[in-house]
Nanobody
Framework: QVELVESGGGLVQAGGSLRLSCEAS????????MGWFRQAPGKEREFVAA????????YYADSVKGRFAISRGNAKNTVYLQMNSLKPEDTAAYYC?????????????????WGQGTQVTVSS
């Protein structure tokens, strides 16, 4: 059974930092793209960042460029999201995502895999 497990969420003051982790298990994720989405209360789930299997390509939402950094662990089945200069509007549940391509990850929400989410709350 495929499982994506997020960790690292919490409460932080504006301007602070958090690092989210996601570990994937249950199958081989060779060549899979992994990424992060977030959903704030009353809003639709939105793309945050993604990274290819090799780590050679990264993708970011405009709202987080320059503040967030996505990376993969050496084992490739782990993905991290370093979040700096956090703002209250970054408050959301953050979800780990895995799919066979960047198109699957960003455009086909019913394909691929999702984690259960971890809450990030940024206080002003």
């Amino acid at each position: 059974q495929v499982e994506l497990v997020e960790s690292g969420g919490g409460l932080v003051q504006a301007g602070g930092s958090l690092r989210l982790s996601c570990e994937a298990s249950g199958r081989t994720f060779s060549n899979y793209v992994m990424g992060w989405f977030r959903q704030a209360p009353g809003k639709e789930r939105e793309f945050v960042a993604a990274i290819t299997w090799s780590g050679g390509s990264t993708y970011y939402a405009d709202s987080v460029k320059g503040r967030f950094a996505i990376s993969r662990g050496n084992a490739k089945n782990t993905v991290y999201l370093q979040m700096n200069s956090l703002k209250p509007e970054d408050t959301a549940a953050y979800y780990c995502r895995a799919g066979s391509s960047i198109v699957v990850v960003t455009k086909l929400p019913t394909s691929g895999y999702w984690g259960q989410g971890t809450q990030v709350t940024v206080s002003s």
